[in-house]
């Protein structure tokens, strides 16, 4: 089994959120993009991934939104199901590397991302226990 290396929480994983949600929201248009995942909640650590989800208001539009974010690094990983794409950004040191979770805004794995970052930002014993 590989070994999985967690960091500290790191107050710049918002500063690195945003920088890239300013460069992605100039290249994709009709979109909600929000931070997810460990590095989104305050205080937690986590394997340093910054995790987002780019919710697009028009399902159609995915074929270009991937285009995109492709030429600014993005490697297209591969559809994970219905309505939901998995892409990524990989960085040499394996820290801060970026992944994008594609969706149909509104849809049930939209909801699901949001709603489990909710649920860890409000419950700090239930943020510990997610690091567990």
Known sequence: MAKVKLFKYNKNFINLFKKERSEISKLIRNCEIHHVGSTAVPGLGGKGIIDMTVALK???????????????????????????????????????????????????????????????????????????
């Open 58 to 132: 028009n399902w159609r539009q995915k074929g270009e939104a991937i285009k995109k974010l492709k030429e600014i690094g993005f490697v297209h990983i591969r559809p994970k199901g219905r309505e939901y794409i998995f892409i990524s950004k990989k960085y040499p040191t394996g820290y801060k590397d970026i992944h994008i979770h594609l969706v149909k805004g509104g849809n049930k794995k939209d909801r699901e991302m949001l709603f489990f970052r909710d649920c860890l930002r409000k419950d700090k014993k239930e943020a510990e226990r997610y690091l567990d």
